[in-house]
């Protein structure tokens, strides 16, 4: 198995990103290919001897404030389009990028195309709750959506969180205002309706507080909401992050607990930490891809290369073309 990684991408590349595929290529994660400047890739490659990296040389980056679809065209040779070609030649498995998420998305649909079937691909990301993962999707690929977009977004969540977490007829829940059937807006109710008459495990409305709660296992809506939804769990964490440590300077006793507590504290970190989860897969596309978080270190990066694995070894690019009618 290859696996390329854009090794441009995101606020720490290359270094962060050189360290996270070196550390996942000793965990068995097949040969992978660095895509980017060698001149800057080679220097960091330098004090490792692996025989499982090799470089792809891509001599332009799509910066984060660049528009995305303008930078995909005008940027052929970004380490982005370069990564994306691969993929769509057979010369990889599965492509990972922590860089331009939007740039990312559309060089997916340019140059891989949508699954035949499929509307609109969706962005997931996974939640870690202390029962299991959660995958909410879309958080970010579709702003605006119909009824239909979200029944498909289910059927591919739900294939994904069988093939990649085993888990048996997943339990799907609708993002809205309210658990009664009745609640939320028109794209809420209609979709309500779809989901309802369709063969999958639908468990009706969810409210924001049932993410963590472990009711379901996909939740969806629309990426407009769900990435006000990650952006505001993200935010949230850092402040209990923040808190925490502001909590623990003030009072040395409480050092003291926290030691004791440590087991504990580790697996609530652990669950907000981005780095955990890796990176969301882009669902409804002709490739796997791994949209990591553009502040990604080198664990965040081993583990969105271990994700894009699994889907790889799961099959889930094939399950989802099968799943969807």
């Given at each position: 198995m290859r696996i390329a990684l854009d090794a441009m991408g995101g606020e720490h590349a290359p270094h962060?990103?050189?360290?996270g595929a070196v550390e996942a290529s000793r965990e068995h994660c097949g040969e992978i290919v660095l895509v980017g400047r060698e001149s800057a890739l080679e220097p960091e490659l330098a004090n490792y001897r692996l025989r499982n990296i090799s470089i792809v040389n891509a001599d332009e980056v799509v910066d984060f404030e660049e528009h995305p679809a303008q930078a995909v065209r005008q940027k052929q040779d970004s380490s982005i389009v370069v990564g994306m070609n691969l993929l769509k030649r057979g010369d990889v498995s599965a492509?990972?990028?922590?860089?331009?998420?939007?740039?990312t998305m559309v060089a997916a649909l340019h140059i891989l195309g949508s699954i035949e079937g499929i509307e609109r691909p969706a962005l997931g990301f996974l939640f870690s709750t202390p029962w299991h993962s959660v995958l909410l999707l879309d958080v970010g690929a579709n702003a605006d959506c119909?009824?239909?977009?979200?029944l498909q977004f289910a059927q591919m969540g739900s294939v994904y969180m069988e093939r990649v977490f085993g888990v048996e007829r997943p339990r799907i829940g609708l993002l809205s205002n309210g658990e009664e059937e009745g609640k939320g807006n028109q794209l809420v109710r209609e979709s309500h309706r779809l989901l309802k008459s369709s063969?999958?495990?639908?468990?009706?409305?969810?409210?924001?507080?049932?993410?963590?709660?472990?009711?379901?296992?996909?939740?969806?809506t629309d990426g407009f909401t769900g990435n006000v939804m990650l952006k505001t769990g993200e935010g949230?964490?850092?402040?209990?992050?923040?808190s925490l440590r502001q909590a623990l300077a003030k009072r040395p006793y409480f050092r003291i607990a926290a030691f004791f507590l440590q087991p504990a504290l580790r697996s609530v970190i652990k669950s907000l930490d981005y780095a955990e989860h890796g990176g969301a897969p882009l669902l409804g596309v002709e490739g796997n891809v791994i949209i990591a978080h553009g502040r990604s270190d080198a664990k965040a990066i081993k583990n969105a290369i271990f994700i894009a694995k699994q889907a790889v070894e799961?099959?889930?690019l094939e399950a989802v073309r099968r799943g969807i009618t």
């Open positions: 962060e990103l050189v360290r492509f990972v990028s922590a860089g331009n998420s939007g740039a119909k009824p239909s977009f979200l063969s999958l495990n639908f468990i009706g409305n969810v409210e924001g507080k049932d993410i963590s709660s472990g009711v379901a296992d996909v939740i969806v949230l964490g850092e402040m209990l992050f923040q799961q099959g889930v």
